[in-house]
């Protein structure tokens, strides 16, 4: 991708590790479509980037196909989708009503599943494109209290496999950065800070890693990137080989503690 002629559209562009993102790009060269939820915070980040601001719930189909067909009408094309936007609100699963964890799929699998669907036209149109999907280890590592986040997290690493299979001879490729815990930014990052708690640099990536995994996974056309400190890869491998690790890992590295805290800490402040 050229460093004059790339046009990228980043999702959750708002907060976390979303600026994070759009600021690499932009050191890059690509010129920036930035969306979330936040209009105020997306369009001081434009301002600064010289990018364009579109602010959306792509939880809201209308919404989202509306930003996409803005996106593609501002410059032209979208040579790069970043589908970043998620989160969970990490509570337990039977304490959470029906539409609340349908809420989490869809922020996190249908919507930049669907955007993948209202751009991919245009890519294949031009012939080139590339999709870069923001995942998680949590469904892998069995990671406390976020079931319907892990599987929609999950969902997005398949998608994005079988997605890179089917196009890549068409000139529209696909890559999965699948994060681990990071720290200095993102939903980890901002519980910790709700709670009191300070995350460890053990066991944790900074948050510029994710910046730079995704710009790699772009420019070398990488089809997974596991943003884990040490052989995050081969970690991941072993962990899908033996599914018990996970958990053991958990508590002994005293997630399932802490996590006990964050559960505690919410109800108190929903039942206060």
């Keep these: 991708m050229g460093r004059e002629s ?3 559209l980043v999702t959750g562009a708002s907060r976390g590790i979303g600026p994070i993102i759009a600021r690499d790009l932009a050191r890059a060269g690509y010129r920036l479509v930035l969306t979330g939820r936040s209009r105020n915070k997306i369009e001081t980040l434009a301002e600064e980037l010289n990018a ?4 959306a719930d792509l939880t809201d189909a209308r919404q ?24 969970d609100p990490q509570r337990e699963f039977d304490s959470m009503t029906w539409d609340q964890n349908q809420a989490i799929i869809a922020l996190n699998a249908l919507a930049p599943i669907h955007l993948v669907h209202a751009l991919l ?20 590592v069995s990671f406390p209290y976020t079931e319907a986040y892990a599987a929609a997290k999950d969902g997005l690493i398949g998608f994005t496999r079988v997605l ?20 200095d930014a993102g939903q980890g990052d901002r519980t910790a800070k709700e709670v009191g708690l300070k995350l460890p640099s053990a066991g ?11 710009l790699t996974a772009i420019l070398k ?6 943003v884990l400190p040490g052989p995050g890869r081969l970690l991941k491998a072993v962990m899908d080989l033996f599914p018990g ?18 559960i505690e800490f919410r109800k108190e402040r929903l039942n206060g």
């Excluded at 890179?164 to 720290?183: E, F, K, M």
């Design 121 to 140: 036209p245009g890519m294949l149109a031009r012939g080139r494109g590339h999709i870069v999907n923001i995942s998680s280890i949590a469904g892998r």
């Design 64 to 87: 989202l196909e509306a930003m996409a067909a803005a996106a593609e009408r501002a410059y032209g094309r979208i040579d790069v989708l970043v589908n970043n936007a998620g989160g």
């Design 52 to 55: 364009m601001a579109i602010p």
């Design 204 to 214: 944790t990536s900074p948050a510029g890693a994710v910046g730079r995994a995704v």
């Design 6 to 8: 790339g046009v990228a």
């Design 245 to 262: 690790l996970g958990p053991a890992m958990n508590r002994a590295a005293g997630a399932n503690d802490t996590m006990r805290t964050v």
């Design 221 to 226: 056309d990488k089809a997974e990137t596991v």
């Design 164 to 183: 890179r299979n089917d196009y890549r001879a068409r000139g529209v490729s696909a890559s999965v950065v699948i994060l681990g815990a990071i720290r």
